[in-house]
């Protein structure tokens, strides 16, 4: 089973959606964060849970 690292972000009711969608794609790209959920207030503001795959180093055992 993977693990995965979360991310919470905050998006303000007064950041438009392109902008909001703008913000997340940086986290993907630059980040490697992916979306695992989104949740919409009524008052318009976002909680957006990112996350992303724990990639553990083995040991090397020669």
Do not use: N
Not at 22 to 38: P, S
Not at 40 to 59: H, N
Request: charged share 35%; with cysteine.
């Amino acid at each position: 089973m993977p693990e995965y690292e979360f991310c919470d972000v905050y998006v303000p009711r007064g950041v438009s959606r392109k902008a909001a969608t703008r913000l997340l794609t940086d986290h993907a790209e630059y980040g490697h964060w992916e979306l695992d959920r989104l949740r919409l207030y009524p008052d318009g503001s976002r909680k957006v849970r990112l996350r992303r795959r724990i990639i553990r180093q083995l040991r090397a055992t020669w």
